[in-house]
């Protein structure tokens, strides 16, 4: 019985050490380094090629190093193993200080700030009211939750949209198509921590941007797909968005001549809201790895069918 361990950007070794530390008799192997893949009950992957787990025939379980397990289900060979994903594991307090300085962003005018900045303009701009600056948290899981819940503490007026109903102190929760029609009307600010599944890919193009305020703002920290790009960019341009934060793209790393990096209303970051840091992520890769040898249901075991 042993662990394979594939990620291109993350670090193994802190992993091979907690592991090792935790339980001595799992090898922990780093791919390709696999004496024999016929031995292998367990995978700790970030975005494996698809086809990859293939060559594992006795594997049990596939254990994601992030949150998102959307580049997993996209593989048509993917074993019909349970998949479990990262329930927080120091995501959510990162995703929610990227969130926070996101909205205060907006909220106190950067932005404009910026461009007079480079134009040597001073110019004092009217202050938004916390009470004007709605933001509307698409995803309302442990991430966009957590997210909510801290922008409430700040004292902005949040509504959120989940699939299924939800209740989060200080936060207007709103589910189905007459929930996104309410965030839609209300947001200044939009956040997006939605899983990319079928249902949500594209979900943000012209018709959802054309439903909002005139001037309202974008932050995505969930899946470049979830944007149709073009529809972003013409939004922008025409005025009906007044900026956008972006931290995830449709192709990763952003090619050099792709728009964004220099368009005047974007703010962009390389895939880094929330980074899986092995000191915090790792007791929960063992206590799933404990539970599943003993035939005990791990936590955030995927949903297949949802997508999520
Ligand atoms: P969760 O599964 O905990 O939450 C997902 C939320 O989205 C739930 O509230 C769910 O509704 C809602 N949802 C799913 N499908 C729909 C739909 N069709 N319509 C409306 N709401 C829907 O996920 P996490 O919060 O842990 O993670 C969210 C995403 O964040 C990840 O999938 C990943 O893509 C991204 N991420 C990005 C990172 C970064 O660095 N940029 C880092 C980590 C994650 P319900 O409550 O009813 O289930
Ligand atoms: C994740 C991510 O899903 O880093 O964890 O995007």
């Known amino acids: 019985m042993?662990?394979?361990?594939?990620?291109?950007?993350?670090?193994?070794?802190?992993?091979?050490?907690?592991?090792?530390?935790?339980?001595?008799?799992?090898?922990?192997?780093?791919?390709?380094?696999?004496?024999?893949?016929?031995?292998?009950?367990?995978?700790?992957?970030?975005?494996?090629?698809?086809?990859?787990?293939?060559?594992f025939p006795g594997l049990r379980a596939i254990l994601s190093l992030g949150a998102g397990v959307d580049a997993l289900l996209e593989d048509p060979d993917l074993p019909a193993v349970p998949i479990t994903r990262l329930v927080d594991g120091g995501l959510a307090r990162q995703m929610a200080e990227y969130t926070l300085h996101a909205v205060l962003h907006f909220h106190r005018r950067m932005p404009e700030y910026g461009r007079q900045q480079r134009a040597r303009q001073w110019r004092i701009l009217d202050p938004n009211a916390a009470d004007d600056s709605v933001v509307g948290v698409l995803g309302l899981g442990v991430?966009?939750?957590?997210?909510?819940?801290?922008?409430?503490?700040?004292?902005?007026?949040?509504c959120g949209w989940s699939r299924t109903p939800r209740r989060i102190a200080g936060v207007d929760c709103l589910w189905g198509d007459d929930g996104l029609a309410a965030l839609q009307r209300r947001a200044r600010?939009?956040?997006?921590?939605?899983?990319?599944t079928p249902a949500t890919r594209g979900l943000l193009d012209a018709h959802f941007f054309s439903r909002l305020q005139p001037g309202a703002c974008l932050v995505n920290v969930a899946r470049g797909a979830h944007v149709v790009e073009t529809d972003l960019l013409a939004a922008l341009d025409s005025g009906q968005l007044g900026?956008?934060?972006?931290?995830?793209?449709?192709?990763?790393?952003?090619?050099?001549?792709?728009?964004?990096?220099?368009?005047?209303?974007?703010?962009?970051?390389?895939?880094?809201?929330?980074?899986?840091?092995?000191?915090?992520?790792?007791?929960?890769?063992?206590q799933n790895l404990r539970r599943l040898e003993a035939g005990e249901a791990p936590q955030g075991l995927v949903d297949r069918a949802a997508g999520y």
């Open 2 to 55: 042993s662990l394979v361990f594939y990620s291109l950007t993350d670090d193994a070794h802190p992993w091979r050490e907690a592991l090792a530390r935790a339980l001595p008799a799992l090898p922990f192997h780093v791919w390709p380094d696999v004496p024999a893949p016929e031995d292998v009950r367990y995978t700790l992957v970030w975005k494996p090629p698809a086809g990859w787990h293939r060559q």
């Open 143 to 158: 991430l966009g939750g957590e997210a909510a819940r801290l922008l409430a503490v700040a004292g902005f007026p949040v």
């Open 189 to 196: 600010i939009v956040v997006n921590f939605l899983p990319l």
């Open 243 to 286: 900026g956008a934060m972006l931290d995830v793209f449709a192709q990763e790393p952003l090619p050099v001549g792709h728009p964004f990096w220099s368009h005047p209303k974007v703010v962009l970051t390389p895939h880094v809201a929330g980074i899986t840091l092995a000191a915090e992520a790792a007791a929960q890769v063992i």
